[in-house]
């Protein structure tokens, strides 16, 4: 079931359009990402879905809710149930970790339950740091209180505005965690917006790839892996370096056959030698998926080719841009 529905979105800051013809789907309960270099308008998008950009024409539709028309008060309460955490934590510093966190609820005039803070507090590993003061944290337990805060209206969406490209390594990966279990545990539907694509392989499911207020490619991680156009290659930094001599065959492994010896077994199969010059093995979200270049004598092409067919990998000639992925 998708929580959210964007159809023929088209957003312009004066004659500039930034977002062009944009059309997606987010399930419920997912973790999704919009992936891109800066400028891509990935954030321009993801302030859309809590009406805090306008749109000039197209459709948000949230939980059933047309966002665009929605009056003031309709609107109010919507973003009550959106969630968002920024790069910049946007602590108060007068205010120490508890009365961040209660914030929220406290604007929307809403009473506070201590016991469900608390529980906030232990779920991103801050109980004992109620009473401090955001000046005696440090950067991942500043960005913790502002996801404690974010969580505090129990949102059914959480918004995340590149909120971990302002920490070091270390602490990236324990916030990535952090937001994996709350999806796990809470059952909110992420959408985070990231130019890091070790964020996307950790944490994403589904992600929208855009560049310049477009969406490129969208869908599946491991079918944007396994199929990527040239510019969706060039961000994942797929460098290749290939012999211009043979035939170059780019071969493809998805989950089902990616710890499969297919490269070895059809050595043996075929009876023929072959080189293997440049390849790939990432995890994606805890799933396995390769990608292998191997060089071959042209006279070879049909056995090789027909052979991968059989072991059911996706695979494209390199050298010649006329051939299609055969899937």
Same mark, same amino acid.
């Given at each position: 079931?998708d929580?959210?529905?964007?159809k023929?979105l088209?957003k312009?800051?004066?004659?500039t ?12 309960g997912?973790?999704f ?5 800066s400028?891509?308008g990935?954030?321009?998008?993801l ?14 539709n949230?939980d059933?809710l ?9 609107l ?7 969630g968002?955490?920024f ?7 007068r205010?120490?970790?508890? %009365?961040n966190i #209660?914030l *929220?609820?406290?604007?929307? /005039? $809403?009473k506070?339950?201590n016991? =469900? ?30 996801i ?9 969406l ?7 490209s302002?920490?070091?390594?270390n602490?990236?990966?324990?916030i990535?965690?952090?937001l994996?279990?709350i ?11 990231t130019h890091?694509?070790e964020v ?6 589904e ?11 969208s869908?599946?991680?491991e079918?944007l892996?396994?199929s990527?156009d ?7 930094? %797929?460098?290749? #370096?290939? *012999?211009?001599?043979?035939? /170059? $065959?780019?071969?493809?492994?998805? =989950?089902?056959i990616?710890?499969n010896?297919?490269?070895t077994?059809?050595a ?9 010059v ?12 390769g990608?292998?270049?191997i060089?071959i004598?042209?006279s ?6 027909n052979y991968?067919?059989a ?9 010649q ?7």
């Open positions: 079931m929580l959210i529905t964007i023929n088209h312009s800051f004066g004659t359009e930034v977002l062009k013809d944009i059309n997606l789907n987010i399930k419920k997912s973790i990402g919009l992936v891109g270099h400028g891509a990935k954030s321009t998008l302030r859309t879905f809590n009406g805090l950009e306008s749109i000039n024409s197209g459709s948000i949230i059933g047309e966002v665009s028309k929605l009056s003031p008060n309709v109010r309460t919507l973003r009550q149930r959106i968002m955490i790069q910049h934590f946007s602590l108060l510093h205010k120490n970790v508890w %009365e #209660i *929220p609820l406290q604007c929307a /005039n $809403i506070v339950d016991k =469900k803070i608390k529980n906030l507090l232990e779920l991103v590993g801050l109980e004992d740091k109620a009473n401090s003061y955001p000046n005696a944290l440090s950067g991942g337990q500043k960005q913790r209180v502002a404690a805060r974010a969580l505090a209206m129990q949102p059914m959480l918004l995340s505005d590149e909120a971990t302002a920490l070091d390594p602490i990236t990966g324990a990535l965690e952090l994996k279990n999806n796990k545990e809470l059952g909110v539907t992420i959408v985070l917006v890091e694509m996307v392989k950790t944490l994403c499911g992600a929208a790839f855009m560049q310049q207020g477009e969406v490129l490619k869908g599946a991680i079918d892996f396994l990527p040239p510019k969706m290659r060039e961000f994942l930094g %797929e460098n290749e #370096i290939l *012999p211009k001599n043979g035939l /170059n $065959i780019r071969i493809y492994f998805p =989950k089902c990616a710890q010896p297919i490269i077994q059809m043996r199969v075929l009876d023929m030698d072959f080189n293997i440049w390849g790939n093995l990432e995890s994606f979200n805890g799933v396995a998926l990608v292998l270049v060089n004598a042209q070879h092409k049909e056995r090789v080719c991968l067919d072991q059911g990998a996706i695979w494209e000639i390199v050298a841009k006329s051939e299609k992925p055969n899937e």
